[in-house]
């Protein structure tokens, strides 16, 4: 089982080179990591009980060599110039981190470098050390374990009018800042003070991040009204598009996001359009159905999803919608031709991301009624 399990992680997953862009023109944990965690085992229990069948949990990919940062692109209005930093958008706020820094460079959910860390997705545990000297941006969509330890909390109101609750949390390094307008805590915890106090002062509520996505969506399936062009019909992602901006949700939530370009968006329209026809599913004896009626707070996958804004030059973008996960139809739709999940989708939408996943191992086709 070990050797087919490798080579199923092989097909699945392949090294790649993320690269940021400009936004798509007119794209108008405990809670995180414990509860994503404990689902994850869950998943796997459930899945061996049952039938033996194989979950695929992939974890973060991480390339060698040197990585562009993801999100750096700066948002309109911004008073911080691109060269500065990279902006980060999450739940509902944008935070300005050093443009040095990478983007979920952990082992083990543990910074191995300068790094922010948000939708880590799927990890493995172990235990490994931090190195000394250097400096990590964690974010945690889901506070409620880690707000009530918080010590020596004082409000302040950084530069953008946002406030913030400041305090320390026993056992964690370095700051521990909440956001309570959009239910936001961040494990701050560089190097110097200054540093600290520069990316609290960054913070600012935004109502789409440097990509174009929303950061809040309620629709992460096409509305039944829905009627996308004629083209639709016939091919996923048709035309010569110039951009593809992928946004990840959480609990309605956007958690991560890449604006793709040149090569990299060639491959992912590749991939899409050559998927089968359909959707597919996992056999429902190899999951607890409770994970699809909970929210991520609670270890399950209800609000999940991907949105896909697909730019072309002199046309409005068009979306896609995506599910990757244990839960329902899996795949990816344009509201009238869907295509099924399988391991090269999964990794082609969450590779940009730096972002692992979970998906089943064994999936069956939907009826074409479905």
Not at 197 to 218: F, H, K, W, Y
Not at 315 to 337: D, E, F, K
Request: proline content about 10%.
């Amino acid at each position: 089982m070990r050797e087919d399990v490798n080579d199923l992680l092989d097909r699945a997953v392949g090294w790649y080179r993320p690269r940021t862009a400009p936004d798509p023109a007119s794209i108008a944990g405990i809670a995180g990591r414990r509860h994503r965690r404990r689902r994850l085992g869950a998943i796997g229990v459930s899945t061996l009980i049952t039938l033996g069948s194989l979950v695929l949990l992939i974890g973060t990919l991480k390339p060698g060599g040197s990585q562009p940062p993801v999100g750096s692109g700066t948002p309109s209005g911004s008073v911080i110039p691109t060269s500065t930093g990279q902006v980060i958008g999450f739940h509902g706020l944008e935070v300005t981190v050093p443009a040095s820094w990478a983007i979920n460079d952990t082992t083990c959910g543990t910074p191995q470098s300068d790094t922010v860390i948000r939708d880590e997705g799927a990890t493995t545990t172990c235990l490994v050390s931090r190195p000394a000297g250097i400096s990590s941006l964690e974010l945690v969509d889901n506070p409620q374990y880690w707000r009530p330890k918080m010590r020596s909390v004082r409000t302040l109101t950084n530069p953008h009018g946002v406030q913030v609750e400041r305090g320390i949390v026993p056992d964690r390094p370095g700051a521990t800042i909440y956001v309570p307008e959009v239910h936001v805590l961040m494990f701050v915890d560089t190097v110097t003070d200054a540093e600290t106090n520069a990316i609290v002062g960054s913070i600012q509520l935004a109502d789409t991040d440097p990509n174009g996505c929303a950061m809040r969506e309620m629709e992460l399936d096409p509305l039944p009204s829905y009627r996308p062009g004629a083209p639709m019909n016939d091919v996923l992602i048709p035309g010569s598009p110039s951009t593809i901006a992928i946004c990840h949700y959480i609990d309605h939530w956007l958690v991560s996001s890449a604006a793709l370009t040149g090569q990299e968006m060639t491959d992912l329209v590749g991939v899409i359009n050559a998927l089968p026809e359909g959707f597919v599913h996992a056999p429902p004896s190899t999951y607890d159905p409770s994970l699809c009626s909970e929210p991520s707070s609670a270890g399950g996958e209800l609000g999940s999803g991907f949105v896909l804004w697909v730019g072309e030059a002199g046309s409005a973008p068009l979306p896609l919608w995506a599910h990757v996960g244990i839960c329902g139809h899996l795949g990816i739709t344009n509201g009238v031709r869907d295509g099924r999940l399988t391991p090269d989708l999964a990794a082609a939408l969450n590779g940009p991301l730096l972002a692992g996943y979970v998906m089943p191992g064994r999936l069956v086709p939907d009826s074409p009624s479905n």
